[in-house]
């Protein structure tokens, strides 16, 4: 009787864990097997959640779509600094984080920088339009992968999680958790990001 009493509780347990992941969706199918939601005390722990590494990393090509269908892959971007950020209309710290991105974009983007927002919700393009129309966002392009296969391959455990590349496509730095990143602090690293390489309008000269 007592290990019958025992084992519910520990399914009961485990019930309420999974729980606490699942309902930041609209349903558990949201969710991608082995994909959490970062949890925001994360970055509050640690401050500003982007953490450059000693020396640049490879990155797979990953392929994914625009608005339009057209397939695309992060070599499209070379030549710039780019901010991936992985991302799902159903995941609350996304949502809240997006803003803040489109004032980046806003603010940084152009020849030289670009924020790539990569959805990775099933609904594709459609649930991006819906979101980015309901709170106004204007300077973020709209880029997806429904299959979510991005996360896999660039290792992202949880969401929303980013990633800085460098003009060469090597990753420089990583982030797991929201960020305001129109911040002084992420705005003085992007810029200083930039500038550690020749700009668009330079290398133009140089060919």
Same mark, same amino acid.
């Given at each position: 009787?007592?290990?019958?009493?025992?084992?519910?509780?520990?399914?009961?347990?485990?019930?309420?864990?999974?729980?606490?992941?699942?309902?930041?969706?609209?349903?558990?199918?949201?969710?991608?097997?082995?994909?959490?939601?970062?949890?925001?005390?994360?970055?509050?722990?640690?401050?500003?959640?982007?953490?450059?590494?000693?020396?640049?990393?490879?990155?797979?090509?990953? @392929?994914?779509?625009?608005?339009?269908?057209?397939?695309?892959? =992060?070599? !499209?971007?070379? &030549? %710039?600094?780019?901010?991936?950020? *992985?991302?799902?209309?159903?995941?609350?710290?996304?949502?809240?984080?997006?803003?803040?991105?489109?004032?980046?974009?806003?603010?940084?983007?152009?020849?030289?920088?670009?924020?790539?927002?990569?959805?990775?919700?099933?609904?594709?393009?459609?649930?991006?339009?819906?979101?980015?129309?309901?709170?106004?966002?204007?300077?973020?392009?709209?880029?997806?992968?429904?299959?979510?296969?991005?996360?896999? @391959?660039?290792?992202?455990?949880?969401?929303?999680?980013?990633? =800085?590349? !460098?003009?060469? &496509? %090597?990753?420089?730095?990583?982030? *797991?958790?929201?960020?305001?990143?129109?911040?002084?602090?992420?705005?003085?690293?992007?810029?200083?990001?930039?500038?550690?390489?020749?700009?668009?309008?330079?290398?133009?000269?140089?060919?």
């Amino acid at each position: 009787m007592k290990r019958m009493v025992l084992a519910s509780v520990v399914l009961l347990a485990a019930f309420a864990l999974g729980l606490t992941v699942y309902s930041y969706s609209r349903s558990a199918r949201d969710v991608p097997s082995g994909l959490a939601l970062a949890d925001a005390s994360a970055a509050r722990k640690s401050g500003f959640p982007l953490r450059l590494h000693a020396t640049p990393r490879a990155v797979p090509d990953i @392929r994914f779509q625009d608005d339009a269908g057209r397939q695309m892959s =992060l070599a !499209d971007f070379r &030549g %710039r600094v780019v901010l991936l950020n *992985l991302w799902a209309t159903w995941c609350p710290p996304c949502r809240k984080e997006i803003p803040s991105l489109d004032r980046l974009q806003t603010k940084v983007g152009g020849p030289d920088f670009e924020v790539v927002a990569l959805s990775i919700d099933h609904d594709g393009v459609s649930a991006v339009q819906r979101f980015y129309k309901e709170i106004g966002i204007r300077a973020l392009k709209i880029y997806i992968d429904p299959t979510t296969d991005a996360t896999y @391959r660039l290792g992202i455990t949880g969401i929303p999680g980013t990633l =800085l590349l !460098d003009r060469e &496509g %090597r990753e420089i730095g990583r982030a *797991l958790g929201p960020a305001e990143w129109d911040s002084p602090e992420s705005l003085a690293l992007i810029r200083r990001a930039i500038g550690g390489g020749p700009s668009a309008a330079e290398r133009a000269k140089r060919e």
